[in-house]
């Protein structure tokens, strides 16, 4: 599926199939499509009576890589937990993309085409590899077979290898126009489009992930939280959400944010209906406190997953938050 903010970029890709590249690297924020373009392009190098406008979706090349069995074309991603019988789960998912299955890529893409054309394969998320597997595809970059793409997809290319980024064509897929992400989001039926999308930092596919109703009243909740930092009961607050604790912080994250955004440049970014509240505490707010949380918080993102014990990390952050937007207002009474 080709979103309509890619569409143009997808044509300027496949305007001379002979001349693709052996590999592209497409990067940029997450939820903006570019794995949907990446798999686009894979089944379009296989298609057999492609066209401008992608690939045609009938053939047997497409039908098969649509089934996902096309002997030509390799999808790789970090490995799903597997379960017995009984479904008790036997192994955890992977959280990186290991060695053995990227010598599984390249060793097929050394092979000759079943269809007599080319072989594709699309890696995702490409900065899941880990240093093995990294190294044991720069082979293959540097000395690509013939009638071969290969795709990497990516949310941090700076967490590639720099060698693995400067053997590929880099191309940037970005925020669509809002006007056209909007109107996509609106056709699919989305609520409150205006809202989830801001949230979303303009990211559409993750804004229609925010869009789930019973997430909505979740954040309403904890918003009105934030919005009333000298009424916030920490203790209850964390309790509350502690089996949310990525919501939180995702939520808490942007409000702090958009505080220090307001306070620093007179504008925000994610809770426009919240415009009021952000100003307020903006005004009153700790500079140094917010910015000190604003970087932990940032940081936190990359080991969220394992909180030794998910109460207590939001209870503190909850408290550092009353502290730097509340503490200057009950100090000064």
């Given at each position: 599926?080709?979103?309509?903010?890619?569409?143009?970029?997808?044509?300027?890709?496949?305007?001379?199939?002979?001349?693709?590249?052996?590999?592209?690297?497409?990067?940029?924020?997450?939820?903006?499509?570019?794995?949907?373009?990446?798999?686009?392009?894979?089944?379009?190098?296989?298609?057999?009576?492609?066209?401008?406008?992608?690939?045609?979706?009938?053939?047997?090349?497409?039908?098969?890589?649509?089934?996902?069995?096309?002997?030509?074309?390799?999808?790789?991603?970090?490995?799903?937990?597997?379960?017995?019988?009984?479904?008790?789960?036997?192994?955890?998912?992977?959280?990186?993309?290991?060695?053995?299955?990227?010598?599984?890529?390249?060793?097929?893409?050394?092979?000759?085409?079943?269809?007599?054309?080319?072989?594709?394969?699309?890696?995702?998320?490409?900065?899941?590899?880990?240093?093995?597997?990294?190294?044991?595809?720069?082979?293959?970059?540097?000395?690509?077979?013939?009638?071969?793409?290969?795709?990497?997809?990516?949310?941090?290319?700076?967490?590639?290898?720099?060698?693995?980024?400067?053997?590929?064509?880099?191309?940037?897929?970005?925020?669509?126009?809002?006007?056209?992400?909007?109107?996509?989001?609106?056709?699919?039926?989305?609520?409150?489009?205006?809202?989830?999308?801001?949230?979303?930092?303009?990211?559409?596919?993750?804004?229609?992930?925010?869009?789930?109703?019973?997430?909505?009243?979740?954040?309403?909740?904890?918003?009105?939280?934030?919005?009333?930092?000298?009424?916030?009961?920490?203790?209850?607050?964390?309790?509350?959400?502690?089996?949310?604790?990525?919501?939180?912080?995702?939520?808490?994250?942007?409000?702090?944010?958009?505080?220090?955004?307001?306070?620093?440049?007179?504008?925000?970014?994610?809770?426009?209906?919240?415009?009021?509240?952000?100003?307020?505490?903006?005004?009153?707010?700790?500079?140094?406190?917010?910015?000190?949380?604003?970087?932990?918080?940032?940081?936190?993102?990359?080991?969220?997953?394992?909180?030794?014990n998910a109460t207590l990390l939001l209870e503190s952050w909850l408290i550092r938050y009353v502290s730097a937007v509340a503490g200057l207002r009950q100090s000064k009474s």
């Amino acid at each position: 599926m080709i979103h309509p903010w890619n569409q143009a970029l997808f044509q300027q890709l496949t305007a001379d199939r002979e001349r693709m590249p052996h590999a592209l690297l497409l990067h940029g924020p997450a939820g903006v499509g570019k794995r949907d373009l990446g798999l686009e392009l894979a089944q379009w190098m296989l298609c057999e009576s492609h066209s401008p406008q992608g690939a045609c979706g009938l053939c047997d090349a497409c039908n098969w890589f649509l089934q996902g069995n096309h002997p030509d074309y390799r999808y790789l991603e970090p490995k799903e937990e597997e379960t017995d019988e009984s479904g008790k789960v036997t192994k955890k998912a992977s959280k990186e993309i290991k060695v053995e299955q990227v010598r599984e890529v390249t060793d097929f893409l050394t092979l000759s085409a079943h269809r007599g054309g080319w072989r594709s394969a699309v890696i995702y998320p490409a900065e899941f590899m880990n240093a093995a597997a990294a190294n044991a595809l720069l082979k293959t970059l540097e000395e690509p077979p013939p009638r071969v793409l290969l795709i990497l997809v990516s949310h941090q290319p700076g967490r590639l290898l720099p060698t693995v980024r400067s053997r590929c064509r880099k191309i940037a897929v970005g925020l669509p126009e809002p006007e056209l992400a909007l109107d996509w989001m609106q056709q699919a039926g989305i609520d409150y489009p205006d809202a989830v999308l801001a949230e979303a930092g303009g990211a559409p596919l993750t804004a229609i992930a925010y869009a789930e109703p019973e997430r909505m009243q979740r954040r309403e909740v904890f918003l009105n939280h934030l919005s009333r930092p000298a009424q916030l009961d920490v203790c209850a607050v964390a309790e509350a959400y502690k089996p949310l604790l990525t919501e939180s912080w995702g939520w808490l994250l942007r409000w702090v944010h958009d505080v220090l955004s307001w306070r620093l440049a007179g504008s925000s970014r994610y809770f426009p209906a919240r415009i009021e509240s952000v100003i307020q505490l903006g005004e009153q707010a700790d500079l140094a406190g917010l910015l000190a949380l604003e970087r932990e918080l940032a940081a936190a993102g990359r080991w969220l997953r394992h909180p030794l014990n998910a109460t207590l990390l939001l209870e503190s952050w909850l408290i550092r938050y009353v502290s730097a937007v509340a503490g200057l207002r009950q100090s000064k009474s």
